[in-house]
C-alpha cells in the first residue's frame, strides 16, 4: 500500500498541482473574461438568429457543435467558419453548461450540467420544425452525445442525420486521471500549458471536482457501451480519431465502434488519422502546427462537410 501511495505521489509531481494561477482579463477562469457566445448568442446560436424561422431556414442543414471539457465554443470556429465560407451547412454553437464563465463556475458544474445547454439548443431546433439537423462532437463532448442517445434525450425530437465524431473521449491517454478521486485529497487543481490565445478560450486550470465529473461520464459511459448503445432512427455515425493522441486514447475509437450502433445495427464508419494532437481539427490558438495538420484539417472539413449535406 505504501509503495502505491508513493507511485501516486511520484506521478503527481510530473502531472502537476498547484492553485490555480488565473489572470484577469486574460484567463477564461477569471469573471473578466467570458465566452464570445455568452456576449452576442445570435452570432452563435441558430435559434438566436432564427427566432422565427420560414420554411425554406427550416429546411437548410444546421448542425449542433458538442465541444470538449475545458473547451469552448473556440473549438469549432475554424469548421464555423468554413461552412460559412461555403454557404453549405450552418453550425450551431453552444457553450457547455457550467464552461465559459469562470472557475468557479466550471468548478460546481456536473457533467449533466454540461450536456444541458448545447441538448436545449438542439430541442429549440427540432421544436421549430428544422428537419435537417445533425451533430457534431469533439473529445468530451462525444461521450455526452453517447450518454444522450442511450438515455432517451432525443426521444419525441427531430433525429440527427449525421453524427461526425472528432477524437472522442472514452478511455483518456493520461491514466492518472483514474485516480483523480483517490489524488483530490493532495491535488485541487491541475495546471496544463495553455498559448496566449488558449488562455481567454480554454480552463488552462482543470479542478478537481470537474476532473472527477469527467471520469464519471466516462466511466459510466463505458458501461454503456458494453452493453450496446443505438443511435437515433436513422442517424448515421463518423468517426475520425487521432492515432497519437496526447488526451484521448485511440482505444477510445474501438470502444466505439464496438459499442455503438445505427438503427439499422449497421456498424458506424471509424477514419483513424494520423496526428499527434487532441481535436485534429483544430489549430487556432496553438503555438505550433505544420503544413501536414493544416492539408488534414482542410481534408477533414471537406469530409465532414459532404457528410453533414446528406
Given at each position: 500500500m505504501m509503495a502505491?501511495?508513493?507511485?501516486?505521489?511520484?506521478?503527481l509531481a510530473f502531472w502537476g498541482c498547484a492553485e490555480p494561477n488565473i489572470e484577469a482579463g486574460v484567463n477564461l477562469e477569471s469573471s473578466t473574461v467570458t465566452d464570445s457566445s455568452l456576449v452576442n448568442p445570435v452570432a452563435y446560436l441558430v435559434s438566436a438568429a432564427d427566432s422565427v424561422p420560414n420554411d425554406s431556414l427550416r429546411?437548410?442543414?444546421?448542425?449542433v457543435a458538442f465541444h470538449g471539457f475545458s473547451a469552448s465554443t473556440f473549438e469549432w470556429k475554424e469548421f464555423r467558419e468554413y461552412l460559412d465560407s461555403l454557404g453549405s451547412v450552418r453550425l450551431s454553437l453552444p457553450l457547455l453548461g457550467g464552461h465559459g464563465r469562470d472557475y468557479e463556475d466550471f468548478k460546481k458544474a456536473?457533467?449533466?450540467d454540461w450536456q444541458d445547454e448545447p441538448m436545449a439548443e438542439y430541442k429549440k431546433l427540432s421544436d421549430r420544425g428544422y428537419v435537417n439537423l445533425s451533430l457534431v462532437c469533439s473529445s468530451t463532448g462525444c461521450p455526452l452525445l453517447l450518454e444522450a442517445?442511450?438515455?432517451?434525450?432525443?426521444?419525441?425530437l427531430v433525429a440527427p442525420k449525421q453524427l461526425v465524431m472528432v477524437d472522442p473521449i472514452v478511455s483518456p491517454s493520461s491514466k492518472l486521471l483514474t485516480i483523480i478521486d483517490i489524488a483530490g485529497s493532495v491535488m485541487s487543481n491541475v495546471e496544463t500549458e495553455c498559448s496566449e490565445v488558449e488562455k481567454a478560450n480554454w480552463y488552462c486550470n482543470r479542478p478537481q471536482e470537474a476532473l472527477n465529473q469527467l471520469m464519471?461520464?466516462?466511466?459510466?459511459?463505458r458501461g454503456m457501451l458494453e452493453n450496446g448503445v443505438v443511435a437515433p432512427l436513422g442517424?448515421?455515425?463518423t468517426l475520425y480519431k487521432s492515432i497519437q493522441d496526447p488526451s484521448a486514447d485511440p482505444v477510445s475509437a474501438l470502444m466505439i465502434y464496438?459499442?455503438?450502433r445505427e438503427s439499422t445495427k449497421t456498424k458506424i464508419v471509424v477514419h483513424m488519422v494520423e496526428s499527434k494532437l487532441h481535436v485534429f481539427t483544430r489549430l487556432a490558438g496553438r503555438e505550433s502546427w505544420t503544413a501536414i495538420d493544416e492539408a488534414l484539417q482542410l481534408k477533414t472539413f471537406a469530409e465532414m462537410d459532404s457528410i453533414l449535406r446528406q
Open positions: 502505491w501511495c508513493a507511485t501516486i505521489f511520484v506521478l429546411a437548410i442543414p444546421v448542425a456536473t457533467w449533466r442517445f442511450e438515455s432517451g434525450r432525443f426521444k419525441n464519471d461520464l466516462l466511466t459510466l459511459v442517424t448515421q455515425v464496438k459499442g455503438l
